[in-house]
């Protein structure tokens, strides 16, 4: 296999891999919704405030990875939810399905060999695919921690 093609397998899979932590589908999995919107004491966000900027964070870099009219929000008031609780059990589930779609369309993306993922984006200040990818990562993986932290403060994480 050459390099380039396990450089994007790898890339794609870092995204969401629960080699090192849990993933999306742990740290969401048989949430209690009556959770998703308590603030724990000492703690700054809800599982559903970080579970929507991760969603829209996440749905921002996508976009601007692919779309050069793509405009983002703004900072910070465009990237969190106004309010600690989901409006409803569809606006959860709705949020983890987008990060999974959203997920699936990167990982699509950084697969295609046509994509340069070294070549800055012709509508970025020195952003390339990779960076962007490997934002989506980093990203993905701080708010999962604090997403399994609100989990344990809650006392519903038993993982």
Avoid: C
């Avoid at 991760?54 to 969190?80: C, N, Q, T, V």
């Avoid at 984006?121 to 962007?132: C, D, F, I, N, V």
Wanted: net charge neutral.
């Amino acid at each position: 296999m050459d390099h380039d093609k396990q450089l994007r397998q790898q890339v794609a899979k870092v995204m969401d891999w629960n080699e090192a932590h849990a993933d999306l589908s742990a740290a969401v999995s048989n949430f209690p919704a009556e959770l998703r919107g308590r603030v724990p004491e000492g703690l700054p966000y809800s599982a559903w405030q970080l579970l929507e900027h991760m969603r829209i964070a996440l749905w921002d870099i996508l976009e601007f990875s692919r779309d050069a009219k793509h405009k983002s929000p703004e900072w910070p008031e465009g990237y969190w939810p106004k309010k600690a609780a989901p409006p409803n059990e569809a606006a959860w589930e709705k949020s983890v399905s987008s990060i999974r779609e959203n997920l699936e369309a990167m990982r699509k993306l950084i697969s295609d060999p046509k994509q340069d993922l070294f070549a800055p984006l012709p509508h970025g200040s020195g952003q390339t695919l990779l960076r962007e990818a490997l934002l989506i990562a980093d990203h993905n993986a701080y708010h999962l921690g604090q997403l399994v932290l609100v989990r344990k403060a809650l006392g519903a994480w038993k993982g």
